[in-house]
Structure formats: C-alpha cells, structure tokens
C-alpha cells in the first residue's frame, strides 16, 4: 500500500470516526442525556468500535483537544479559586484513602470473582494511569488483553455514569468565570503556542497528561492574573469535548475479542465498585471543604484526568479543584504500582 493510499484510508477512518461521534452527541441532547457532547460521542463510537468499525483520531487533533481543554480549565483559576485551595490538602488526604481501597476492592473481586492472577488483577485494579499501566503490563508478563478491557471499560462508564450522578445531586455549575466573556482572539494567539511550548517540555520530563496540564498552567498564570481574561469560544470547547468522547470510543480498537463478554462484565463491575468508593469518598471530604459533593465526586472518580477535567468544564463544577485531584491521584499511582509490584514478585505464588 502506498504512502498516498494510507493516508486517504486515514483520513477516510478519522472522517467516518468523527461523524459517528457527532451522531452520539446529537443523539444524546435531543435525549437530555447529562454532559451529551462528550457521553454521546463515547458511547457511539465505542458501540461502532466494538461493532467492526475501524475508527481513529489522529494524533495531532488529540492533542489539539487537550490544548482548549486545558486552556478552558486554566480558565477557571481566580482568586476565589486560589482561596478555595487552602482546603485542598483536606481533601487529597481523603482522595488517597479511597485510592487504596478502591485498588484493594477491585483487586479483591477480579480475583476471586473472575480468577485473575494477582499481577493482572493489581493492574486491571490500578485506578487510572491507563497508557502507564498498559506498559507495565506488557513489561510485567501480565494478561494484557484483559487489562485493556478492564481499563477501557472503566473510562466508559465513567464517562457516561458521572454526569448522570452529578445532574441527579441536582448542583448548580460553580465555575467562578462562567460569567465573563469570550477570550480575546489575541490573548488566545498567546496563550495556545505557549501551551503547546510547555505541554512538550512537560512531555519530554514524563509528565502525566502533558499537552493538558501545560496548558492549564500556562492558561492559569494568565487568567490568575488577569492578563488573559475570558473565556474560550463555545463553538471549540463543543468541538473539543466532542473529539473527546470520540476518542475515548477509539479505545477499544484493536482489543482481543476472545473473552471479551467476561473482560466486559469484569469492567463493568469493578467500575460500580470503584463509584461506590469514590462517591462515598467524596461524601465525606464534601463536609470538609465546603464543596459541593458533585464536584468531589468529579475529583474522586477513577477516571482518566482529561475526561474527569472535560465534565468538570462541561458542568461548571470547579474545573481546577478537579484537574488537581486527578493530577495528584496520578503521581500517588506512578509512586504506588512499583510498590505493589515488588511485593508481588516477593510473594510466594505472586
């Protein structure tokens, strides 16, 4: 096949990918279904993946997704917000808690439920991380297909499950500038190429989420300091959030169907084990910083930081306070697996 025949068939898969995903979000507004740019996307093209549909989103287009996210979230920093922080340290003690007993619930019921080995249930278990896990599971011998569902399984349903948890608590968006206007065409040509510039230095460092996290901090120095007030354009936060959910359905691509009915059914039911932790979590930290509980549930929930990031900007619900959780929930894993893992391979029968 030729370079030119490659890239027609590229395109031709990213196209059809994302007209399913704008299909889902339709869908799901004229349904009402919570966050429906992003949970519409998500569940129809993870339906058309798992159906035969080859779907792709390109590399650069993602990134270009978690550049306007992050600038979005970046968007949200005030002094307000700052104020709000000092709570933090609070509620990440409460975050770590639920870490643990999510990882040893999950942990628990794959293998005694499903028969999964010690070293493939921690993995499968592991609340987030996905491309570090996936990693380690290759490195470490561990049954790869079934953690890539599980894992795949578990950024769904979140992704379609949280919204609808948080519209049922029935909270009103938080978010301190969703009442300022639009981001000056000009402040947006300076922030997006300084994002994109520390987004790559934090990928050359090994950051988790790289592209997002630069560009919230370099959207949150901006705004912080109102040298970049505003926010940014409905018409490319809609396009973002709904690249997001695609790309989210594109997980499943490539993935081993051979046991893919019990690797689902594994998925599904340590995802409701994990929401359980998570929602009880941020039940009790709630009380502590003075949140409201849907917005602690976005910060608890094992998510992926970029989607968790994307509904906390979609429902108003403190985007910073959620990227921050998420971020520190990422560097206690990165911090943690090997832990585990070492003591497995000490174990007898690990």
């Known amino acids: 096949m030729t370079t030119s025949t490659t890239t027609a068939t590229a395109w031709k898969d990213t196209t059809v990918t994302l007209l399913v995903g704008v299909a889902g979000a339709v869908l799901f507004w004229l349904i009402g279904f919570p966050a429906a740019v992003l949970t519409g996307p ?19 287009l993602r990134d270009a997704v978690f550049l306007v996210i992050g600038v979005q979230i970046g968007s949200t920093v005030t002094p307000e917000v700052i104020a709000t922080a000092l709570t933090w340290p609070l509620s990440l003690a409460v975050l770590t808690v639920t870490l643990f007993l999510v990882l040893l619930a999950v942990k628990g019921v794959l293998m005694r439920a499903f028969r999964y080995d010690r070293m493939t249930a921690t993995l499968a278990a592991t609340p987030g991380h996905l491309s570090y896990v996936l990693g380690l599971s290759t490195d470490l011998g561990a049954d790869v297909p079934r953690v890539a569902l599980v894992q795949s399984v578990r950024v769904l349903m979140l992704t379609l499950i949280v919204p609808v948890l948080v519209a049922l608590w029935g909270v009103e968006g938080t978010a301190y500038l969703a009442d300022r206007g639009p981001i000056s065409a000009l402040s947006l040509a300076l922030i997006l190429p300084l994002s994109l510039g520390l987004g790559l230095v934090f990928k050359r460092l090994g950051v988790p989420a790289p592209l997002l996290l630069g560009a919230m901090a370099v959207s949150a120095l901006g705004h912080g300091s109102d040298l970049t007030p505003g926010t940014m354009p409905v018409w490319m936060t809609v396009a973002a959030f709904v690249c997001m959910g695609t790309l989210i359905g594109t997980r499943f691509s490539g993935l081993d169907r051979r046991g893919l009915a019990g690797a689902l059914l594994a998925g599904v039911v340590s995802t409701v084990i994990a929401c359980a932790v998570a ?3 941020a039940w009790l930290a709630a009380g502590v910083v003075g949140l409201p509980a849907a917005a602690l549930l976005l910060a608890f929930a094992p998510g992926g930081v970029e989607v968790m990031a994307a509904i906390a900007v979609e429902t108003g619900l403190e985007p910073a306070f959620v990227a921050a959780h998420h971020v520190f929930r990422l560097i206690i894993l990165t911090v943690l697996v090997p832990v585990l893992i070492a003591r497995l391979r000490r174990a007898p029968n690990g």
């Open 279 to 281: 929602a009880a979590g």
């Open 42 to 60: 998500a569940a129809a093209v993870s339906i058309a993946t798992l159906a035969g549909l080859r779907t792709r989103i390109p590399d650069p």
